[in-house]
């Protein structure tokens, strides 16, 4: 198999969201349980709705992206989204403290909420593009090879998180395990701007 330009691109947006998935993985329930004391339904249930709302949805996205016959500006699109959510919840997860009263924790829950659709939603045609990118020979190659920069995503994301998550690097006055949410978002953003162009 040979990795020319297009497939390096795809599997780097599998890298690029791996960055933000294991700071919601590793992070997320952590922060909201033992930094904030939530209940984890809150943890369980956003997932939960968001897989439903996607499951109603995303058949109607991808009818439509078939008639256009177009992938990119979805995915584009969705990427924008999933950053963006993932950086206003730490934003607000900056701000939430143990005696923070519902409206902070109830934003938190509803950004995580949209990261979790968008992410999801962004899969969807991330996944799709596998068909353009290779033939029936050589798509479990391809495949692979994204599944591969996505695990190299997850350590790397993981060792760049940890500085910000033990308070060695402030981001925007914030530290800790809330933090992470902000510069995952940015990091996730950045690396998939190649993919994206």
Request: hydrophobic content about 55%; cysteine-free; overall charge positive.
């Amino acid at each position: 198999m040979k990795l020319n330009k297009q497939i390096w691109l795809w599997g780097l947006y599998d890298f690029a969201n791996s960055i933000g998935l294991i700071a919601v993985l590793f992070y997320f329930s952590l922060w909201f349980v033992e930094d904030v004391k939530g209940s984890d339904i809150w943890i369980s249930l956003p997932v939960s709705l968001s897989t439903i709302l996607l499951l109603i949805t995303t058949p109607y996205l991808s009818v439509i992206s078939d008639r256009i016959r177009r992938r990119m500006p979805f995915l584009n699109w969705l990427t924008i989204l999933t950053a963006s959510s993932l950086f206003l919840m730490g934003l607000v997860a900056t701000k939430t403290q143990v005696n923070s009263g519902p409206l902070m924790v109830g934003a938190v829950v509803l950004f995580y909420f949209l990261f979790q659709y968008f992410f999801q939603a962004s899969a969807v045609f991330y996944n799709a593009l596998l068909h353009d990118l290779s033939d029936s020979s050589s798509k479990e190659k391809v495949s692979g090879f994204g599944i591969a920069l996505g695990q190299i995503g997850n350590v790397v994301g993981l060792l760049l998180l940890i500085p910000v998550a033990s308070g060695a690097i402030p981001l925007f006055g914030a530290t800790g395990r809330s933090a992470t949410f902000v510069a995952a978002a940015i990091l996730f953003f950045i690396t998939a701007l190649p993919t994206m162009f």
